[in-house]
């Protein structure tokens, strides 16, 4: 409830006179604080698109942890809503956030609260803006994962017993599964949702480019192995890369492979 609250108050508006900007602000930056979380541990599972929104799943230390992340568009907030409650609400939900997401930072030797990149955010920079340094000083990015000290399994002796072996399959497949997108170079098209591909693409390794200043990598490197557009023609294309449709990146996840490009190219339904 907390993290869809919070997710949910950070899509609002900020001039509106029934709740202080304050609260939008804040969201934003908690919200984006625990995604870049998800992406620096791995942690996320799967990915659900409904009409509600994008619904996203992930194991945090062991506890299957569900949200869902309202879709983006301009609105008008209904008349009849007491936001004096919602704020109410709000406010435990963002001190409550504070505090897990200290402690998640924390698990990975992370300073908490991490510091943010003024001129990255400017220009648009997404989960990028926030700069992740750890406890010794020494400063990381989100394509470089980060697992708990204590996530590993100990079996000592018991390397022949089944139960451990089937513990070790299933700890090597979830690593696979962590580095889906390794090696994979994401351009993101204009009309695409660009926070929740680079937040998902950058879960299982990938990286990811669009058009703008903050981007690392432009519309014409030849490093770009997909590039997502959710139009039925290109002007321009490249033979050396695959042009796919969003629903590509969040099946692979789902699919937990690699799935052919051909259903997925632009223009098929």
Request: aromatic share 12%; hydrophobic share 40%.
């Amino acid at each position: 409830d907390a993290l869809s609250f919070v997710h949910l108050f950070a899509t609002f508006p900020t001039a509106h006179r029934s709740y202080d900007a304050t609260h939008i602000h804040l969201c934003q930056r908690l919200s984006r604080e625990f995604q870049a979380y998800i992406a620096r541990s791995r942690s996320l599972r799967r990915v659900f698109i409904s009409i509600k929104g994008f619904y996203f799943q992930a194991e945090v230390m062991g506890e299957t942890v569900t949200w869902v992340v309202p879709f983006r568009f301009a609105q008008e907030l209904p008349t009849e809503v007491d936001y004096r409650i919602m704020t109410t609400f709000v406010q435990f939900y963002e001190t409550l956030l504070k505090f897990v997401n200290f402690k998640l930072y924390h698990s990975l030797g992370l300073l908490y609260p991490p510091t943010v990149d003024e001129k990255m955010e400017a220009e648009g920079g997404g989960l990028r803006t926030l700069v992740l340094k750890a406890m010794d000083g020494s400063q990381g990015d989100l394509t470089t994962p980060t697992t708990r000290e204590d996530s590993a399994i100990g079996t000592g002796d018991f390397e022949d017993v089944p139960e451990v072996q089937t513990m070790r399959e299933e700890e090597r497949k979830r690593e696979q599964v962590q580095r889906l997108f390794v090696g994979k170079k994401f351009f993101l098209g204009r009309e695409v949702p660009r926070d929740v591909l680079e937040f998902v693409i950058l879960s299982f390794g990938g990286d990811v480019g669009w058009e703008g200043d903050a981007s690392s990598f432009s519309v014409d490197s030849e490093d770009i192995t997909h590039q997502v557009v959710d139009r039925p023609t290109q002007n321009l294309r490249f033979l050396s890369r695959c042009y796919i449709q969003p629903q590509w990146v969040f099946d692979c996840i789902n699919a937990q492979i690699l799935l052919p490009p051909g259903p997925y190219a632009p223009g098929t339904t």
